[in-house]
Nanobody, 126 residues
């Protein structure tokens, strides 16, 4: 399975960006798609996740009501729409994929994901 993240860039505070994560390979067993981010000097942190079969979405408190994760089955792509961006959202954003079932409480743990994209940099200026 290969993941390709794109859509990052430089945006002013209050602006919007949409990240995309294209998938290829054996994705028919996809169970969870997630987005994480890592700011310089910080640990990788959970942003959002989408459980494929149930269609449920989950967000970190810091992005809830500002970010939306969605999918396009026809394109094998997952999106992260980011609105009302803040300087503290600046980070490298990674998409991740897990093939097996997972409990909700584990969605936020990076080691629970099997595959990772290369990351895309989002910079929010004040």
């Amino acid at each position: 399975v290969q993941l390709q993240a794109s859509g990052g860039g430089l945006v002013q505070a209050g602006g919007s960006l949409r990240l995309s994560c294209g998938t290829s390979g054996r994705t028919f067993n996809t169970y969870v798609m997630g987005w994480f981010r890592q700011a310089p000097g910080k640990e990788r942190e959970f942003v959002a996740a989408f459980r494929w079969r149930g269609g449920d979405t989950h967000y970190s408190d810091s992005v809830k009501d500002r970010f939306t994760i969605s999918r396009d089955n026809s394109k094998n792509t997952v999106y992260l729409q980011m609105n009302s961006l803040k300087p503290e959202d600046t980070a490298v954003y990674y998409c991740a994929f897990r093939a097996n079932r997972i409990i909700v409480s584990a969605l936020r743990i990076p080691s629970q994901y099997d595959y990772w994209g290369q990351g895309t940099l989002v910079t929010v200026s004040s």
